[in-house]
Nanobody, 125 residues
Framework: QVQLVESGGGLVQAGGSLRLSCTAS????????MGWFRQAPGKEREFVAA????????EYTDPVQGRFTISRDDAKNTVDLLMNNLKPEDTAVYYC??????????????????WGQGTQVTVSS
Protein backbone atom coordinates (compact mmCIF):
# COMPACT_ATOMS: atom_id res chain seq x y z
CA GLN A 1 0.00 0.00 0.00
CA VAL A 2 1.07 3.54 -0.78
CA GLN A 3 -0.59 6.58 0.69
CA LEU A 4 -0.29 9.84 -1.23
CA VAL A 5 -0.97 13.37 0.00
CA GLU A 6 -0.84 16.41 -2.28
CA SER A 7 -0.20 19.99 -1.24
CA GLY A 8 0.59 23.34 -2.80
CA GLY A 9 -2.55 24.14 -4.71
CA GLY A 10 -4.19 27.54 -4.62
CA LEU A 11 -5.29 30.59 -6.56
CA VAL A 12 -2.85 32.29 -8.92
CA GLN A 13 -3.09 34.83 -11.71
CA ALA A 14 -2.43 33.87 -15.29
CA GLY A 15 1.29 33.87 -15.98
CA GLY A 16 2.11 32.95 -12.41
CA SER A 17 3.66 29.82 -10.93
CA LEU A 18 2.78 27.14 -8.41
CA ARG A 19 4.65 24.13 -7.09
CA LEU A 20 2.61 21.08 -6.17
CA SER A 21 4.10 18.47 -3.89
CA CYS A 22 3.06 14.89 -3.23
CA THR A 23 4.35 13.02 -0.20
CA ALA A 24 4.19 9.25 -0.15
CA SER A 25 4.17 6.85 2.76
CA UNK A 26 4.01 3.12 2.92
CA UNK A 27 6.05 0.92 0.65
CA UNK A 28 9.36 1.76 -1.02
CA UNK A 29 8.74 4.98 -2.94
CA UNK A 30 11.58 4.51 -5.39
CA UNK A 31 9.92 1.42 -6.81
CA UNK A 32 7.01 3.38 -8.29
CA UNK A 33 6.42 5.36 -11.42
CA MET A 34 4.87 8.64 -10.29
CA GLY A 35 2.37 10.72 -12.21
CA TRP A 36 0.25 13.84 -12.03
CA PHE A 37 -3.25 13.99 -13.46
CA ARG A 38 -5.88 16.73 -13.42
CA GLN A 39 -9.62 17.03 -13.69
CA ALA A 40 -11.30 20.25 -14.75
CA PRO A 41 -14.98 20.91 -13.99
CA GLY A 42 -17.20 18.91 -16.29
CA LYS A 43 -14.29 17.06 -17.86
CA GLU A 44 -12.66 13.68 -17.46
CA ARG A 45 -9.45 13.28 -15.54
CA GLU A 46 -6.43 13.62 -17.84
CA PHE A 47 -2.73 12.85 -17.76
CA VAL A 48 -0.38 15.75 -17.05
CA ALA A 49 3.11 14.37 -16.38
CA ALA A 50 4.97 11.24 -15.31
CA UNK A 51 8.42 10.42 -14.03
CA UNK A 52 10.14 7.06 -14.11
CA UNK A 53 11.75 5.21 -11.26
CA UNK A 54 14.93 7.06 -10.23
CA UNK A 55 13.80 10.08 -12.26
CA UNK A 56 15.72 9.40 -15.46
CA UNK A 57 12.74 9.74 -17.78
CA UNK A 58 9.81 12.12 -17.89
CA GLU A 59 6.78 12.63 -20.11
CA TYR A 60 4.30 15.47 -20.41
CA THR A 61 1.01 16.09 -22.13
CA ASP A 62 1.44 18.56 -24.99
CA PRO A 63 -0.48 21.49 -23.43
CA VAL A 64 1.97 21.68 -20.50
CA GLN A 65 5.19 20.81 -22.32
CA GLY A 66 7.77 23.50 -21.65
CA ARG A 67 5.76 25.04 -18.80
CA PHE A 68 5.54 22.23 -16.23
CA THR A 69 8.38 20.21 -14.71
CA ILE A 70 7.99 16.99 -12.76
CA SER A 71 10.70 15.89 -10.34
CA ARG A 72 11.14 13.40 -7.54
CA ASP A 73 13.24 13.07 -4.41
CA ASP A 74 13.35 9.44 -3.36
CA ALA A 75 15.16 10.29 -0.13
CA LYS A 76 12.20 12.43 0.93
CA ASN A 77 9.49 10.31 -0.72
CA THR A 78 8.21 13.29 -2.66
CA VAL A 79 7.28 14.12 -6.23
CA ASP A 80 6.81 17.73 -7.27
CA LEU A 81 5.13 19.45 -10.18
CA LEU A 82 6.48 22.93 -10.88
CA MET A 83 3.97 24.83 -12.97
CA ASN A 84 5.11 28.02 -14.71
CA ASN A 85 3.28 30.44 -16.99
CA LEU A 86 -0.05 29.15 -15.78
CA LYS A 87 -3.13 29.66 -17.92
CA PRO A 88 -6.82 29.73 -17.00
CA GLU A 89 -7.24 26.40 -18.80
CA ASP A 90 -4.87 24.83 -16.25
CA THR A 91 -7.59 25.26 -13.62
CA ALA A 92 -8.40 21.82 -12.23
CA VAL A 93 -8.06 19.47 -9.31
CA TYR A 94 -4.59 17.95 -9.55
CA TYR A 95 -3.98 14.38 -8.43
CA CYS A 96 -0.78 12.57 -7.61
CA UNK A 97 -0.65 8.88 -8.54
CA UNK A 98 1.70 5.92 -8.20
CA UNK A 99 2.14 2.91 -10.45
CA UNK A 100 3.94 -0.25 -9.44
CA UNK A 101 3.74 -1.84 -12.89
CA UNK A 102 6.88 -2.96 -14.69
CA UNK A 103 7.12 -0.35 -17.43
CA UNK A 104 9.27 2.71 -17.96
CA UNK A 105 6.50 5.33 -17.84
CA UNK A 106 2.72 5.33 -17.65
CA UNK A 107 0.30 7.89 -19.04
CA UNK A 108 -2.98 6.02 -18.72
CA UNK A 109 -5.08 6.49 -15.62
CA UNK A 110 -5.86 2.78 -15.46
CA UNK A 111 -2.17 1.94 -14.98
CA UNK A 112 -1.99 3.75 -11.65
CA UNK A 113 -3.14 1.89 -8.57
CA UNK A 114 -2.68 4.54 -5.91
CA TRP A 115 -4.10 8.06 -5.83
CA GLY A 116 -4.03 11.10 -3.61
CA GLN A 117 -7.09 13.08 -2.64
CA GLY A 118 -6.32 15.95 -5.00
CA THR A 119 -5.47 19.62 -4.63
CA GLN A 120 -7.29 22.51 -6.31
CA VAL A 121 -5.45 24.82 -8.68
CA THR A 122 -7.32 27.89 -9.88
CA VAL A 123 -5.82 30.27 -12.44
CA SER A 124 -7.56 33.60 -12.86
CA SER A 125 -7.39 35.61 -16.07
Amino acid sequence: QVQLVESGGGLVQAGGSLRLSCTASGRIFSGYIMGWFRQAPGKEREFVAAISRFGRHTEYTDPVQGRFTISRDDAKNTVDLLMNNLKPEDTAVYYCAASGLGMLLATKESLYGYWGQGTQVTVSS
